[in-house]
């Protein structure tokens, strides 16, 4: 961890204990962005340490969490009521830790962005919200697509971050049509050439600066949808 960083406990309650996450707040934020990790990874993964630190360095804050399954060494993700119930009390700490009026935004890699999406659904306050690799289905099952709670969101600003090449999202038509239905709060920002962890085919980069990269694209969006 670096020296700004500063560990916490989230309790999540209803059994569910409580969870690690890493809270670093820049001089002068002007909002604070709450980043899930995906289903394979947790919070100090390379990718969300370096999107995260990226963020920071650009004034923006972040809080960062583990699900409970990962804070229990286990394999298999969270069922969604289990995620949800987690990403409300990581937010309420986020908004604990907040200046008097400013955003909070949830964000989160695959998995941690398809929860933090219900969660809104369900009611979660946020400012908006921030979905790097949305995984609209399960790879070559287009068929079943993971959309139905986005009606339920009205009007949330969304930022949607996809590569091109990601499996989850394979027709590319098929999220392009998603956020021509939600209408004018959603923006696709296609990463070209890029994986589902927007790894780009002869362009390698370590995941901490790939994370970094996106970094840019989140804070001028979050920027121009707060004012």
């Known amino acids: 961890m670096r020296p700004d960083e500063q560990l916490l406990r989230v309790e999540v309650g209803d059994d569910l204990g409580s969870v690690s996450a890493v809270l670093l707040r820049p001089d002068g934020s002007r909002a604070t962005v709450v980043?899930?990790?995906?289903?394979g990874a947790g919070r100090e993964h390379p990718f969300m340490t370096g999107f995260c630190r990226a963020l920071a360095d650009l004034g923006v804050a972040t809080l960062r969490f583990d699900f409970p399954y990962r804070e229990a060494g286990r394999r298999f993700p969270d069922r969604p009521p289990a995620a949800i119930a987690t990403w409300r009390a990581a937010a309420a700490v986020a908004a604990g830790h907040a200046r008097d009026g400013e955003p909070v935004w949830a964000a989160g890699k695959?998995?941690?962005?398809?929860?933090?999406?219900?969660a809104v659904a369900e009611g979660m306050p946020a400012a908006g919200l921030v979905l790097l690799g949305y995984?609209?289905?399960?790879?070559?099952?287009?068929?079943?697509?993971r959309d139905e709670h986005f009606a339920a969101l009205g009007g949330v600003p969304m930022l949607f971050l996809q590569g091109r090449n990601d499996p989850f999202a394979i027709p590319n038509e098929q999220l392009d049509e998603l956020v021509r239905r939600i209408g004018e709060p959603a923006v696709l920002d296609w990463i070209e050439g890029g994986n589902h962890s927007f790894e780009v085919k002869g362009a390698r980069r370590p995941p901490a600066e790939v994370g970094a990269g996106l970094a840019p694209r989140v804070a001028s969006f979050v920027a121009g949808a707060t004012g």
């Open 110 to 118: 695959s998995y941690g962005g398809r929860m933090a999406s219900m």
């Open 35 to 39: 980043v899930a990790h995906g289903a």
């Open 135 to 145: 995984p609209l289905h399960a790879p070559g099952k287009p068929e079943k697509p």
